[in-house]
């Protein structure tokens, strides 16, 4: 496309591999170099090195400067996302170094950012929009090898430098084999995983790794075996201490391939290179890939050519977004199974955001409510994080939900067997903001199930949320052999004590809270407070697992109308009942069809899709505006995994239902 105005490239961090990248903008087609920043403009050789580029004064100066339209971050890994959301904010196009971040969680940060912004987001896998590539993949969608079975792919050398402080040995630039060399290999096995199903890529169903940590405790070697669907089984590895063959080598049912380096293309100032098929009968056919230009000017032109047609991102085999995030997953699974967790990984070790600014008070706060017994009101809806795995995961989701006014956390002593305590204590501890948040715990979740757990466990949450007081406590289940009286004084107990504030019941019935209530006014106790059950616009048919209890029929609805209890409502969004996941047809996810499919329940969704695409939402963000509308107090959990989610989720403030928009959705 050499009818199109080029695109002015900035560069951050001018390393070896930026001026191989500044080195190729001549010779591509969309780009030219129009400047370079540093946080040391006086280091001799940058004139030299990138001739013709404006020297800028550190990183801020690269976003803020209004000739540079794309940036290029080749930086250590640990400030990739940080770089990434801000140029993303300030309208400026990214091209990100691989890996693109840290952990999946990171990745995920900086995709949110340039969605918001409109802006342009690629990992910098030059490999993948080379002719090599797209060859390799013709190939095989084509069937030269039959049906694949295994793939094998290395990376590996001997680092020259072996310099402890060197970024890729160094613990707190996250160095190391499985990022640096590791998302090569697990980046082209997916692509060939995915080329065996005609898809863009594919991501592995298991993973299972080994590798050695070294003196400075990242992996300077490591391996992993990844099986994908088909029973496709990829054996991977990679080293930064340790010299390999560097190939990937393809095995299917009528032969097999091996490619030399296919990370490098043809080379890196242009040539051929061989992909080799070796027949079952030992013949060997010799296909050559000649490609004179440079490697990096296909990357170039692939995102110029996006950039200038308004798109957010590369088409395959270039690296999509989603590609992206399956490979940081299967990365962060890999490091997982050999035990790496950088040290500013850990749980309350980073005290900045993901963008590396200061938590921020809320711009636009959510709702929030006043809850009797509370000393501060509650945000309308409350953010779970029952399924948050790492403190990175946590903490992203946890300060964008703050920022938008959020409060409410919610926890219980058996999530992640306490791993989830953990890292909410340790979010809240990082950034002050514990006197602002109404913390939910909960304990004596089946089979301890008894008044005499309580204290135990309250004892182990406390210490793990690194706080003196839960402001709400839920008894995780009920146990009806156990009179209830007995459960009333275990938690009056602690109220007195100062432990809780106020108390109820998770997954109780109506009948066990009325006896409870009763109890507790005739012995001078605190009566429950609150509730934690189902609730949703669509009814639970079967309970999700045993011993859980739905709040949403009509019997309920009057009872938690008539007494304003407020009800904190797990799976208020029916557990992917609002996606396309369910229909009458569609049966394959058991629990989804035994716990709500009913005609009933079809209506509601087929009404809760009509309003949505007349409000411009989707039926999700109506199934949790549905709950927020109702005429007593429904605080609904979300437990999203990853930012994206989070802020899906909260478009559900958008909507302002009436009661008539009530009434439709669930009568029609």
Known sequence: MNDITTVA????????????FADNLPGS??????????????????????????IL??????????????????????????????AAEAGKHVLCEKPIAVSAAEAEAMIVAARK????????????????????????????????????????????????????????????????????????????????????????VEVRGVGHLGATAVDEWAAAVLCFPGDIVAEVAGSI?????????????????SVDEPWLGTGRKGGNKDI?????????????????????????????????????????????????????????RWRKEIGLTYDFEKPGQRQTKVDGRSLGQPQSPMPRRSLKGLDRPASVIALGGANFSSFAQAAIICDAFYERGGNVLDSAWIYGGGLCDELLGAWMASRGVRDD???????????????????????????????????????????????????????DAEVKAGRIRIYGGSNWSRERMDEATTYAEQNGRQAPGALSNNFSLAEMIKPVWPGVVSSSDDAWKAWLRARQIPDFAWSSQARGFFTDRAAPDKTDDAELA???????????????????????????????????????????????????????????????????????LEEG
């Not at 900035?10 to 591999?17: Q, T």
């Not at 100066?61 to 770089?83: K, N, Q, R």
């Not at 049906?147 to 072996?162: D, H, L, Q, T």
């Not at 995102?303 to 991102?313: K, N, P, Q």
Request: aromatic share 8%; charged share 25%.
């Open 276 to 332: 080799l098929i070796n027949k079952p009968n030992g013949n060997v056919e010799r296909i050559v890939v000649d490609e004179p230009r440079a490697l990096y000017t296909f990357e170039i032109d692939a995102v110029g050519r996006a950039i200038r047609e308004g798109r957010t991102e590369l088409d395959p085999p270039g690296v999509t977004w989603a590609d992206t995030l399956g490979n940081m997953k299967t990365l962060d």
């Open 241 to 257: 201490t340790v010299a390999q063959d560097n190939q990937l080598r393809v095995f299917g049912t009528e032969g097999w391939m």
């Open 594 to 664: 035994e716990s709500w499919y009913s005609d009933k329940n079809f209506g509601r969704r087929e009404r809760a899709i009509a309003l949505g695409e007349r409000l411009g939402k989707s039926p999700l963000h109506v199934a949790l505006a549905y709950c927020l509308a109702q005429d007593f107090p429904v605080i609904p959990l979300i437990g999203p995994l990853a930012l994206g989610e989070l802020e899906d989720s909260l478009e559900a403030l958008d909507i302002k239902l009436t009661p008539e928009d009530v009434r439709w």
């Open 29 to 54: 087609q969309t780009g030219r170099l129009a400047a370079i920043a540093t946080r040391n403009p006086n280091r001799p050789g940058l004139a030299d090195a990138f001739p013709g580029a404006r």
């Open 9 to 20: 490239w900035g560069i951050i961090g001018p390393g070896s591999i930026a001026r191989q």
């Open 117 to 204: 912004a409109g802006t342009f987001l690629a990992e910098a896998f030059m490999n993948r929009v080379h002719p090599l590539t797209e060859r390799i993949v013709e190939l095989l969608r084509a069937g030269v090898l039959g049906e694949i079975r295994m793939i094998k792919v290395s990376f590996g050398f001997r680092i020259g430098n072996p310099d402890p402080t060197h970024r890729l040995l160094a613990h707190d630039a996250a160095g190391g084999a499985v990022l640096d060399v590791g998302c090569y290999v697990v980046s082209l096995a997916r692509l060939v995983a995915g080329a065996a199903s005609g898809a863009p890529f594919a991501d592995p």
């Open 437 to 491: 948040v109404v913390l939910i715990g909960k304990g004596a979740h089946a089979p301890l199930t008894y008044p005499d757990i309580i204290a135990k466990q309250l004892d182990q949450s406390l210490q793990r949320l690194q706080t003196d007081t839960i402001d709400v406590y839920f008894m995780h289940r009920d146990n009806l052999d156990i009179p209830v009286g007995e459960f009333v004084d275990a938690m």
């Open 57 to 86: 004064d550190g990183y801020e100066a690269m976003i803020a400067d209004p000739e540079v339209e794309a940036i290029y971050i080749a930086t250590p890994h640990v400030s990739h996302a940080e770089w990434a959301i801000r």
